[in-house]
T-cell receptor, first 113, second 111 residues
Framework: DAGVIQSPRHEVTEMGQEVTLRCKPISGHNSLFWYRQTMMRGLELLIYFNNNVPIDDSGMPEDRFSAKMPNASFSTLKIQPSEPRDSAVYFC???????????FGNGTRLTVT | AQSVSQHNHHVILSEAASLELGCNYSYGGTVNLFWYVQYPGQHLQLLLKYFSGDPLVKGIKGFEAEFIKSKFSFNLRKPSVQWSDTAEYFCAVHLNEKLTFGTGTRLTIIP
């Protein structure tokens, strides 16, 4: 089991650029979550999917953020345009059932200058 | 709305000291509770979880947590900490398919 795989591990970009973060959940897991971690706000749930369908995106900060899950093995989180305040570590996590524990990826550290 | 409170932001202990990290949640119904650990530069890993049954839950690396429903608490404990326990610890509550995390407690163990 390779675990949840996120790419890239680090991303440095300039303000105004588009950023795409990628996540491959553990095979067989039917729920996928995107979290953002910052010193100021801790871990924030951005959005989660059940069976590839977005269930709750109330944590997405604004329209600049969008997430997709075109199939059970892949999800993207896109920021367009990016801003310095988007700098954070973005974690993807998946779980096998609605009550199971989350398995986290290694995260993507995003720096927007 | 549910919330999770971790009142200890940073705890510093010497090796072999006993540890207790507080976690309180605000929802009054049935909840599932978790503790996760994040070692420096790494992702979150599950320490232990409570779904039902024995309110004293044992996890990995000698950690345990006690669910006290009347106090809405799920405190994490370890009788004797090690330098390798230096990490950030997150309490989380699962409700309505979502996992809500506390703000975390940074634990520093001094050799």
């Amino acid at each position: 089991d390779a675990g949840v795989i996120q790419s890239p591990r680090h991303e440095v970009t300039e303000m105004g650029q588009e950023v795409t973060l990628r996540c491959k959940p553990i095979s067989g897991h039917n729920s996928l979550f995107w979290y953002r971690q910052t010193m100021m706000r801790g871990l924030e749930l951005l959005i989660y999917f059940n069976n590839n369908v977005p269930i709750d995106d109330s944590g997405m900060p604004e329209d600049r953020f969008s997430a997709k899950m075109p199939n059970a093995s892949f999800s993207t989180l896109k920021i367009q345009p990016s801003e310095p305040r988007d700098s954070a570590v973005y974690f993807c996590a998946s779980r096998p059932t609605n009550r199971g524990s989350l398995h986290f990826g290694n995260g993507t550290r995003l720096t927007v200058t | 709305a549910q919330s999770v409170s971790q009142h200890n932001h940073h705890v510093i202990l010497s090796e072999a000291a006993s540890l207790e990290l507080g976690c309180n949640y605000s929802y009054g119904g049935t909840v599932n509770l978790f503790w996760y650990v994040q070692y420096p530069g790494q992702h979150l890993q599950l320490l232990l979880k409570y779904f039902s049954g024995d309110p004293l839950v044992k996890g990995i690396k000698g950690f345990e947590a006690e669910f006290i429903k009347s106090k809405f608490s799920f405190n994490l404990r370890k009788p004797s900490v090690q330098w390798s326990d230096t990490a950030e610890y997150f309490c989380a509550v699962h409700l309505n398919e979502k996992l809500t995390f506390g703000t975390g407690t940074r634990l520093t163990i001094i050799p």
